[in-house]
């Protein structure tokens, strides 16, 4: 799951994978090879080259469709797009923190001022100003 930070990034390499799936029972063009080195990213194509020298082509594929099964994502609400250097810390924080199996489902709200709302299995973190923006409100008002 290094590769996978964000539910964008899942999406991206769960397709990949199924296309490098589709690909394991045809020939030519379409095949397994052809798909490794044309329809999938750089980065996709060197893990699997590097794992189907030692093993089956179908079980590397079945395997890798399993760690994707494992993925828990961790909704994570901020006011702005955020940079893909701070998301990658963000990812990093999570994985050591939770899960490794982590992946982020970021939400922009421009309603959030400065901080961040993570909701995990069932549980919500507030870590933004507007709750204490609002407690502040509800004692003067």
């Known amino acids: 799951m290094s590769l996978v930070s964000t539910k964008d ?23 397994f090879e052809s798909a490794l080195k044309n329809s999938v990213s750089k980065e996709t194509s060197e893990i699997v080259s590097k794992l189907v020298l030692e093993n089956d082509k179908k079980e590397v594929i079945s395997s890798l469709k399993e760690i994707l099964k494992k993925a828990e994502f961790v909704e994570l609400v901020v006011a702005v797009e955020l940079s893909s250097k701070f998301t990658t810390k963000i990812a990093s924080l999570v994985k050591k923190s939770i899960s490794q199996n982590a992946v982020l489902d970021i939400k922009v709200d421009k309603n959030v001022i400065a901080g961040a709302i993570f909701s995990f299995r069932g549980k919500y973190l507030d870590l933004s100003i507007n709750k204490k923006l609002e407690e502040i409100l509800k004692n003067y008002v």
């Open 9 to 31: 990034d899942f999406n991206i390499i769960d397709g990949e994978i199924n296309i490098l799936s589709e690909s394991l029972f045809k020939l030519g063009q379409n095949s």
